[in-house]
């Protein structure tokens, strides 16, 4: 899956996939991974159609944002579906045999993603992959 660098352009991505998803026009294979993230994420229609694509959602305010949460979603989606780093799958499909879901799966593993990108660029390093599959083991 590729995306641009430009935060208003991946948003915007979104909402226009979420607009012809909704509008039962045809879907891009891309387009569609979108909008089965947001199919999934029923408390976010609603910002898919009426937010800016420059809205700051402020984790000091409690906002959670959406694009970020969904895009970790699509990461997660990706990663296990080239198997990569190598071992994803396995660990993965561990996760969703424990817990019966693979959504309820996905938001536990993005966390873990979240926390290895978090340190990755608080440390301006590359995510460590042992250490992002070890943190899903765990779980």
């Known amino acids: 899956m590729i995306f641009g660098q430009d935060r208003d352009e991946l948003r915007q991505m979104y909402i226009d996939s979420w607009r012809k998803s909704v509008a039962g026009e045809i879907l891009t294979p891309l387009e569609a ?5 947001i199919t999934d ?13 420059d809205e ?4 000091e305010g409690g906002e959670t944002n959406p694009f970020l949460h969904m895009g970790l979603h699509l990461a997660i989606r990706e990663q ?10 396995t660990v993965f499909d561990e996760l969703c045999s424990r817990h019966g879901d693979s959504h309820v799966a996905e938001h536990q593993a993005l966390e873990c993603l979240a926390e290895t990108l978090w340190e990755a660029q608080s440390n301006n390093a590359m995510p460590d992959e042992s ?5 899903l083991r765990r779980l």
């Open 131 to 135: 250490v992002y599959l070890e943190r």
């Open 41 to 53: 994420h029923p408390e976010y229609h609603a910002a898919m159609t009426s937010t800016s694509v």
């Open 56 to 59: 700051g959602f402020l984790p």
């Open 80 to 89: 296990v579906a080239t198997n990569r780093p190598a071992g994803i799958k």
């Open 33 to 37: 991974q979108i909008a089965a993230v």
